[in-house]
Structures are given as C-alpha cells and as structure tokens.
C-alpha cells in the first residue's frame, strides 16, 4: 500500500526559509517520479515542483523557481522541497505526490497517489 507522509511544515516569517519532506513509506513502489502541490485557502491546488525517478530533471512553477529547490533521496524513499526566501502568497497546505512512471510532469492528473499534506504559514 501506497503511503506518504509529509512533515516540515510551519509558521515561519517572510523571508525565512522552511524544508519539507516526504516519505514513500509504504515501501512499494520501484521507479516513481514525485512531485509537490500546494492549496491556498479558497483557491484550487496548484503545481509546486516535480522531479523525475532519477532526479534528473526538476520542474518549477514560474513562482516559485529560484527560490525552492525540490531533490530526492531513493534510498530513504524520500523527496524534499527547500522553500527560501519565503513569501505571505506561499501559504498553503503543501502536498506531495508520486507518478508510477520515472518522468515527472506538472500536470496535477498525472499524479497517482498523494499525501495527507502539511501546513505552510507565511506571516508578513
């Protein structure tokens, strides 16, 4: 069974710096890309960041690139999102996501399983 679980989140001001991680800890998948999404109050969930199985290839949505930086750890089943220079417009609950294929991608449909999600405040 499929299980991630993500941690991390917080309270932090604007311009600090928060990391988050995400644990595959179901321990059943082989080869997955991974990605993250957030969801602001009132607002659908949006693309974040993604990576590929290999780690290879990194995707960013215009907002947040240069600014977080997403990696992963197969041998921990992990993936990880450094969010610097934090902004108030990045508040949201932060979802991680798997794809059961290697190549990651930014559309939100192309995303198979997904975790409970972890709080981000960024207060002014």
């Known amino acids: 069974q499929v299980q991630l679980v993500e941690s991390g989140g917080g309270l932090v001001q604007a311009g600090g710096s928060l990391r988050l991680s995400c644990v595959e800890a179901?321990?059943?998948?082989?080869?997955?890309?991974m990605g993250w999404f957030r969801q602001a109050p009132g607002k659908e969930r949006e693309f974040v960041a993604a990576i590929s199985w290999s780690g290879g290839t990194t995707y960013y949505s215009d907002s947040v690139k240069g600014r977080f930086a997403i990696s992963r750890d197969n041998a921990k089943n992990t993936a990880y999102l450094q969010m610097n220079r934090l902004k108030p417009e990045d508040t949201g609950v932060y979802y991680c996501?798997?794809?059961?294929?290697?190549?990651?991608?930014?559309?939100?449909?192309?995303?198979?399983?997904w975790g409970q999600g972890t709080q981000v405040t960024v207060s002014s």
């Open positions: 179901g321990r059943t998948l082989r080869s997955y890309a």
């Open positions: 996501a798997v794809r059961l294929v290697s190549t990651a991608v930014v559309d939100i449909a192309g995303y198979d399983y």
